[in-house]
């Protein structure tokens, strides 16, 4: 029968005082990320949350009004209509993009594809350029009395090609996302394929699993964890579209409103309405929805994943 000693008090002194060190040099490690965190992301949440319980009075100037920008916000139908137009956007492009982007990434994962280097270069370029300067010159291919869209117009005698047309401006700012984020994704996915294991293709082709065997077997059940990611962060940047619609605006103005967008409505209520208790409410409302839906995407991914 063995018995066990308690180690001398000086011993679990020495221990905790190691313990607490090495806690001590953690927080040295976090804490300037945790300062700029704090100052960058919850300090402006925080101000935002704040100002949404107030309303600017011409008698009484800001006063306190509890939750009545939120009811005014829910009834508010120049919002949900800007709600609805995003939602439909992500239901429609971002399905589009990431089928695009995996099957580039499946592509040039191959080993079947020439010069694949050349090929990962060119898709993930549009990525490289800078939002404005992609936005201004797909604003230049689409204009219809002076772009390329134009030059065809007049090439066949008809107008045919009409970007700027409420009917097509949706599908216009779609093609400008699609362009410039399946490279990005693609290199999501293409990294995910790397981490694959040699030893799997290879009792695949000893059980004569074909390419398409292969693909469906391992490598897409592979990018589960990287499509969820993926479609994590182009809902959240479907919800936030404002780039887009904002710098076309003054091509197509009968098209493009001050509430095409919930960014776009929010933006317009605070610097030229002036209205900054009501845009905060607006930001904080589809803060919230954007965190829900992404978050149900989420653990819909990883129960799949744990399957």
């Known amino acids: 029968?063995?018995?066990?000693?308690?180690?001398?008090p000086a011993v679990r002194?020495?221990?905790?005082?190691?313990r607490v060190s090495v806690e001590q040099r953690g927080w040295l490690f976090?804490?300037?990320f945790a300062v700029v965190f704090a100052l960058v992301f919850l300090a402006p949440l925080a101000y935002a949350l704040y100002l949404s319980f107030f309303r600017e009075q011409i008698v009484g100037g800001n006063a306190f009004v509890g939750f009545?920008?939120?009811?005014?916000?829910?009834?508010?139908?120049?919002?949900w209509d800007g709600f609805l137009r995003v939602l439909l956007f992500l239901l429609i492009q971002v399905p589009i993009m990431l089928v695009l982007a995996l099957a580039a990434a499946l592509a040039i994962d191959s080993a079947r594809l020439h010069a694949s280097g050349f090929y990962r270069i060119i898709i993930f370029l549009p990525y490289a350029v800078p939002a404005v300067v992609a936005v201004l010159m797909w604003g230049y291919i689409y204009g219809d009395q002076f772009g390329l869209a134009g030059n065809i117009n007049d090439l066949l005698g008809a107008q045919v090609l009409r970007p700027f047309l409420p009917e097509w401006m949706m599908v216009s700012i779609g093609n400008i996302v699609t362009w410039q984020f399946v490279g990005y994704n693609m290199l999501i996915f293409y990294s995910s394929l790397k981490t694959?294991?040699?030893?799997?293709?290879e009792a695949a082709s000893l059980d004569g699993a074909?390419?398409?065997?292969?693909?469906?077997?391992i490598k897409i059940p592979a990018l589960r964890g990287s499509i969820v990611i993926a479609t994590i962060f182009s809902i959240i940047g479907s919800?936030?579209?404002?780039?887009?619609?904002?710098?076309?605006?003054?091509?197509?103005?009968?098209?493009?409103?001050t509430f095409f967008t919930p960014n776009m409505y929010a933006y317009n209520l605070s610097f030229a309405g002036q209205q900054y208790n009501y845009a905060a409410t607006v930001a904080i409302i589809m803060g919230v929805i954007t965190a829900v839906i992404a978050y149900v995407v989420q653990l819909r991914g990883s129960r799949q994943e744990m399957r």
């Open 210 to 217: 074909g390419a398409w065997r292969t693909i469906l077997s």
């Open 239 to 257: 919800f936030q579209l404002f780039n887009e619609p904002n710098i076309l605006k003054p091509l197509a103005p009968n098209t493009i409103t």
């Open 13 to 18: 002194t020495a221990r905790k005082r190691r």
């Open 1 to 8: 029968m063995t018995t066990t000693t308690a180690p001398p």
């Open 196 to 201: 694959i294991p040699g030893e799997l293709y």
């Open 68 to 79: 009545e920008n939120y009811l005014t916000a829910f009834a508010d139908p120049k919002l």
């Open 30 to 32: 976090v804490g300037p």
